[in-house]
Nanobody
Framework: QVQLVESGGGLVQAGGSLRLSCAASGSIFSINNMGWYRQAPGKQRELVAAITKGGTTNVADSVKGRFIISRDNAKNTVYLQMNSLKPEDTAVYYC???????????????WGQGTLVTVSS
């Protein structure tokens, strides 16, 4: 079983910064793509940023230039550095990973429990 544990959420004023972390643990054989999604009240969950095992990133237009995704493969951890935060960034942020666990080997999509980010104006 593989688990993702997020940390780093909280309350911040507009213009401030936060850094989210997500660590994977369990019977991990390999981790492919990792990413961050968010869901604001009354809205659908949306992709914020994703990163491949090799480090190629995909960042949503709404956060491009403000958020940076990175990962440490040795620690099975993905990070989201959020700068110049805006009230519209307020949401629950979820970590996501495509994992191969085992043996026996199997491919899984795993989600974290979510961490709340609140940006006050």
């Amino acid at each position: 079983q593989v688990q993702l544990v997020e940390s780093g959420g909280g309350l911040v004023q507009a213009g401030g910064s936060l850094r989210l972390s997500c660590a994977a643990s369990g019977s991990i054989f390999s981790i492919n793509n990792m990413g961050w999604y968010r869901q604001a009240p009354g809205k659908q969950r949306e992709l914020v940023a994703a990163i491949t095992k090799g480090g190629t990133t995909n960042v949503a237009d709404s956060v491009k230039g403000r958020f940076i995704i990175s990962r440490d493969n040795a620690k099975n951890t993905v990070y989201l550095q959020m700068n110049s935060l805006k009230p519209e960034d307020t949401a629950v942020y979820y970590c996501n990973a495509r994992v191969v666990d085992g043996p026996p080997l199997r491919s899984l999509e795993v989600w974290g429990q979510g961490t709340l980010v609140t940006v006050s104006s």
